[in-house]
């Protein structure tokens, strides 16, 4: 249980530390989709913890319209610093950067090869008129390109497990208020959440002693529209 002001940021590096220092550090670390980015995948992969989490879908105009040339469709040779399109014109560009803070791979197409390209349209829809593409480091693109996987059914059933993660958040909101703050001070709520979680697992407990099982929360809702169809 680790509670922080409203203003800071979920940092899940911090979790994963606090879990390896007490020698119970996860081989998979479950979490929504507000929290994976290339870098926190990476630097998890190091620690030897697989992040299960759906990746942020790629922004780039042809991926957003569903059409055209995403860079899922180009091969990339790291060895030769080099980039060959579907239509197999290979770049003329490869120029390390600093974007935002982070190291990014700047990869540019001739405007020759563009122009004369029967797909160009389906491309290079920049004014400029050739292909540009933005990479990250080799280490970090192969990791945000994992997010194909996530179209399997082996992986949308591994991730259904977190529906457990859901539900429990829901039951401590449901059962202990834990969505408004009792007292003042970062200590005393980090002290409420704490009593919180703790009476959530024994609830859990007992119920599993004796064998029985949580049922699924029902809204209010749907508990309206049983009772006028009954």
């Excluded at 042809?62 to 055209?68: D, L, M, N, T, V």
């Excluded at 014109?89 to 029967?118: K, L, M, N, Y």
């Excluded at 200590?187 to 049922?215: G, M, Y």
Aim: proline share 5%; charged share 25%.
């Amino acid at each position: 249980m680790a509670t922080t002001s409203s203003t800071a940021p979920d940092v899940t590096a911090g979790i994963q530390q606090r879990l390896a220092q007490r020698r119970i550090k996860p081989g998979e670390h479950y979490l929504d989709s507000g929290y994976p980015s290339a870098d926190l995948g990476a630097a998890a992969a190091r620690e030897g913890i697989t992040m299960v989490t759906p990746l942020l879908a790629h922004h780039s105009h042809q991926a957003r319209a569903a059409e055209g040339f995403d860079k899922s469709a180009f091969r990339i040779d790291w060895t030769a610093r080099q980039v060959r399109c579907p239509e197999g014109r290979t770049s003329t560009g490869w120029h390390p950067v600093q974007q935002h803070g982070r190291d990014a791979i700047v990869i540019e197409f001739a405007r020759s090869d563009c122009g004369s390209c029967p797909s160009r349209n389906k491309c290079a829809t920049a004014a400029r008129g050739n292909r540009m593409l933005t990479l990250r480091p080799c280490e970090l693109h192969e990791t945000a390109a994992a997010r194909a996987e996530q179209e399997t059914d082996s992986w949308r059933t591994k991730y259904a497990l977190r529906a457990g993660i859901e539900g429990t958040i829901n039951q401590a909101l449901d059962i202990t208020g834990l969505r408004r703050a009792r007292y003042r001070s970062l200590p005393k709520i980090s002290l409420q959440h704490a009593f919180s979680a703790t009476a959530i697992n024994v609830i859990r407990l007992d119920a599993h002693w004796a064998e029985q099982p949580q049922r699924p929360r029902t809204s209010p809702l749907t508990r309206l529209a049983y009772r006028l169809t009954a």
